[in-house]
């Protein structure tokens, strides 16, 4: 099973960027998604979640700026990020939990490939 993270880039302080991430492989369903982001010296931390009914979570620091959603016939998490911000300037990773063919349920994750945002002001 693999995540591609994809969408980061610079914007400027304000601006929007949306972030995307497929999970391929031989699953049978993918149960929570979730987007982390870490930066250099600090500890990753969970930025939002959605579950697979479309439950979603965000950090205090993200709240009412970005959106989290799935698309489930493509296996596919988004971040919309409005309004960024220099603070939000990160490596960002996603995360999911899926039930393989096994059948078994795993996390899994793209810690060694995450997508880099950098916010200026």
């Known amino acids: 099973v693999q995540l591609q993270a994809s969408g980061g880039g610079s914007v400027q302080f304000g601006g929007s960027l949306r972030l995307s991430c497929v999970v391929s492989g031989s699953i049978w369903g993918i149960a929570e998604m979730d987007w982390y982001r870490q930066v250099p010296g600090k500890q990753r931390e969970l930025v939002a979640g959605?579950?697979?009914?479309?439950?979603?979570k965000y950090a205090d620091s993200v709240k009412d700026r970005f959106s989290i959603f799935r698309d489930n016939a493509k296996n596919t998490v988004y971040l919309e990020m409005n309004d960024l911000k220099p603070e939000d300037t990160a490596v960002y990773y996603c995360?999911?939990?899926?039930?393989?063919?096994?059948?078994?349920?795993?996390?899994?994750?793209?810690w060694g490939q995450g997508t880099l945002v950098t916010v200026s002001s």
């Open positions: 959605v579950t697979s009914e479309g439950v979603t």
């Open positions: 995360a999911a939990g899926a039930t393989t063919l096994s059948p078994k349920y795993f996390r899994f994750n793209n």
